[in-house]
């Protein structure tokens, strides 16, 4: 290979859990190559990229895609129902700057690869047109992937009560029970029935037995990139290499540089990531860490988009309020109600939006310093790497998952949606670094302050549980996984020889 390579574009999606491991992708991809990395945005999102990215990698640019005139009539939940005219837009946009980049240009060759959002790949005709080889990224783990895949094959949906169906293929301890494959209706839908066409795509997996989507989108790529590795995830990459017949890599887990090189120390979330609004400062966080003793801090946080319902919540705080552990527990906006996907195309949210959600009113008085409510933004991998924090309850967003995983933090998981439920199973079953919060009907229809009180006592005193993720935990004693780098280095490769 000679000279410098072509430019590499990377098109993500717009939520943050997607945008995060995209901007982190962008820096392995330059450090691993010679090329440009090209980050494609809509304009309105800019502000939810590090201000120094550039700054700090010459070799990326950001591409920044004008939606200002998507003015699609609004819902009551202040949303264009008319999802398509966005895509429209953004698409226009991607077509143009191929165009006056690519072929106006002389002697300009075009981009090696296109590393695209799996929930993007509405825009793929767009690079095919143009010869532009696709690499599909799952910003999720292996094991939702594969063990969705597997329930599909193994005909899921009409498992006996009784049942326990093995997922020929993937670890025995990953076999699906009956309750496994029950769901909890969001907003008001049955589990996995979405509205085509009001809010935009349909978001999270389809219910277990169903075929999966991904076999569709990821159908003309060249390679599909997880957001794993190998030491974590190894078995369940190899499974889904052997059903799709096309190289299949573990390119993360795509964390913050600080993260990696902060292996057993306190990582500071205010060298890697904006702070947004809250009611307390990261020191004050920090501060009140140090003070308890070790292994005795549950942190409590569920996902920006999803989480339990109001009754649920309320049943939360009842069993913190009466628990003799120390907690961090952060509460979003907008908690506990129903609400639509996130708003991917800079809609403003509805003037007639009123509802805050559910706080609880009192609880701090009633705990006095043995807990803290955080009010929005908190310093997640500040408080996953303090050696006070000894369990996380989680919804197992991946994101977060991965980051506690890699904090040797063992996890109650109450997963909400989609690959939650997967990536729950892969902490409790097959790393064991976790339990449930509850299980069968208690899980899907209602989580109750016994279940949550028992959970939190069970995963605080569970030392083998403590053992296991600790050990897993010396994984990344190293830092960035030494297979991750390998496999981003194998698509440099590849695409440049293309």
Same mark, same amino acid.
């Given at each position: 290979?000679? /000279?410098?390579?072509?430019?590499?574009?990377?098109?993500?999606?717009?939520?943050?859990?997607?945008?995060?491991?995209?901007?982190?992708?962008?820096?392995?991809?330059?450090s691993c190559s010679k090329s440009k990395v090209i980050l494609i945005i809509?304009?309105?999102?800019?502000?939810?990229?590090?201000?120094?990215?550039?700054?700090?990698?010459?070799?990326?640019?950001?591409?920044?895609? @004008?939606?200002?005139?998507?003015?699609?009539?609004?819902?009551?939940?202040?949303?264009?129902?008319?999802?398509?005219?966005?895509?429209?837009?953004?698409?226009?946009?991607?077509?143009?700057?191929?165009?006056?980049?690519?072929?106006?240009?002389?002697?300009?060759?075009?981009?090696?690869?296109?590393?695209?959002?799996?929930?993007?790949?509405?825009?793929?005709?767009?690079?095919?047109?143009?010869?532009?080889?696709?690499? &599909?990224?799952?910003?999720?783990?292996?094991? &939702?992937?594969?063990?969705?895949?597997?329930?599909?094959?193994?005909?899921?949906?009409?498992?006996?009560?009784?049942?326990?169906?093995?997922?020929?293929?993937?670890?025995?301890?990953?076999?699906?029970?009956?309750?496994?494959?029950?769901?909890?209706?969001?907003?008001?839908?049955?589990?996995?029935?979405?509205?085509?066409?009001?809010?935009?795509?349909?978001?999270?997996?389809? @219910?277990?037995?169903?075929?999966?989507?991904?076999?569709?989108?990821?159908?003309?790529?060249?390679?599909? *990139?997880?957001?794993?590795?190998?030491?974590?995830? /190894?078995?369940?990459?190899?499974?889904?290499s052997k059903q799709v017949n096309k190289p299949v890599l573990g390119v993360?887990?795509?964390?913050? @540089?600080?993260?990696?090189?902060?292996?057993?120390?306190?990582?500071?979330?205010?060298? &890697?990531?904006?702070?947004?609004?809250?009611?307390?400062?990261?020191?004050?966080?920090?501060?009140?860490?140090?003070?308890?003793?070790?292994?005795?801090?549950?942190?409590?946080?569920?996902?920006?988009?999803?989480?339990?319902?109001?009754?649920?919540?309320?049943?939360?705080? =009842?069993?913190?309020?009466? &628990?003799k552990w120390s907690f961090i527990w952060v509460i979003q906006p907008g908690?506990?109600?129903?609400?639509?996907?996130?708003?991917?195309?800079?809609?403003?949210?509805?003037?007639?939006?009123? =509802?805050?959600?559910?706080?609880?009113?009192?609880?701090? =008085?009633?705990?006095?310093?043995?807990?803290?409510?955080?009010?929005?933004?908190?310093?997640?991998?500040?408080? *996953?790497?303090?050696?006070?924090?000894?369990?996380?309850?989680?919804?197992? /967003?991946?994101?977060?998952?991965?980051?506690?995983?890699?904090?040797?933090?063992?996890?109650?998981?109450?997963?909400?949606? /989609? =690959?939650?439920?997967?990536?729950?199973?892969?902490?409790?079953?097959?790393?064991?670094?976790?339990?449930?919060?509850?299980?069968?009907?208690?899980?899907?229809?209602?989580?109750?302050?016994?279940?949550?009180?028992?959970?939190?006592?069970?995963?605080?005193?569970?030392?083998?549980?403590?053992?296991?993720?600790?050990?897993?935990?010396?994984?990344?004693?190293?830092?960035?996984?030494?297979?991750?780098?390998?496999?981003?280095?194998? *698509?440099?490769?590849?695409?440049?020889?293309?």
């Open positions: 290979m000679g /000279g410098v390579i072509a430019d590499i574009l990377v098109l993500p999606f717009f939520g943050q859990g997607h945008l995060n491991p995209s901007v982190e992708l962008c820096k392995r991809l330059s809509p304009s309105h999102l800019s502000s939810s990229i590090p201000s120094a990215l550039h700054e700090n990698n010459p070799c990326i640019e950001l591409l920044q895609i @004008d939606l200002s005139n998507h003015d699609g009539p609004r819902s009551a939940h202040g949303h264009s129902p008319d999802h398509e005219l966005g895509n429209r837009k953004m698409g226009q946009g991607i077509e143009r700057f191929l165009t006056e980049k690519y072929k106006r240009v002389t002697g300009q060759c075009r981009p090696s690869c296109v590393v695209m959002d799996l929930m993007m790949s509405w825009s793929k005709e767009i690079f095919l047109r143009e010869n532009i080889p696709i690499a &599909s990224f799952f910003t999720c783990g292996a094991a &939702s992937t594969a063990m969705e895949y597997a329930a599909w094959k193994a005909q899921a949906h009409d498992m006996r009560p009784d049942e326990t169906r093995v997922l020929t293929g993937l670890p025995d301890c990953v076999a699906l029970k009956y309750s496994d494959t029950k769901r909890r209706s969001l907003g008001g839908r049955p589990p996995g029935e979405h509205e085509p066409g009001k809010h935009g795509p349909d978001f999270g997996l389809r @219910d277990p037995g169903q075929t999966p989507r991904w076999l569709d989108d990821g159908d003309d790529s060249a390679a599909l *990139l997880f957001n794993t590795c190998r030491e974590l995830e /190894g078995p369940f990459l190899n499974y889904i993360g887990p795509l964390l913050p @540089d600080t993260y990696w090189k902060s292996i057993g120390t306190v990582v500071h979330d205010r060298d &890697s990531r904006s702070k947004r609004k809250s009611n307390y400062t990261e020191d004050e966080v920090s501060q009140w860490l140090d003070s308890k003793p070790s292994k005795s801090v549950i942190y409590i946080a569920f996902g920006s988009e999803v989480g339990p319902d109001k009754e649920e919540y309320e049943q939360l705080s =009842d069993a913190l309020g009466d &628990s908690s506990g109600r129903p609400k639509p996907p996130p708003l991917v195309f800079g809609e403003k949210q509805g003037s007639d939006d009123k =509802d805050e959600g559910f706080f609880p009113v009192g609880l701090e =008085d009633k705990v006095g310093n043995r807990g803290i409510v955080i009010r929005g933004w908190a310093p997640q991998l500040l408080i *996953l790497s303090h050696p006070s924090t000894g369990g996380f309850l989680s919804h197992c /967003g991946w994101n977060s998952t991965v980051e506690a995983i890699g904090r040797g933090v063992p996890i109650l998981a109450w997963p909400i949606r /989609g =690959d939650q439920y997967y990536n729950a199973k892969l902490v409790v079953d097959y790393l064991k670094t976790g339990i449930m919060v509850a299980t069968g009907d208690s899980l899907t229809k209602m989580v109750k302050k016994s279940d949550i009180a028992q959970g939190i006592d069970s995963l605080m005193n569970d030392k083998s549980v403590l053992e296991r993720a600790i050990k897993i935990e010396g994984t990344f004693e190293s830092g960035f996984p030494s297979s991750s780098v390998a496999s981003i280095k194998s *698509l440099i490769e590849s695409v440049s020889n293309n």
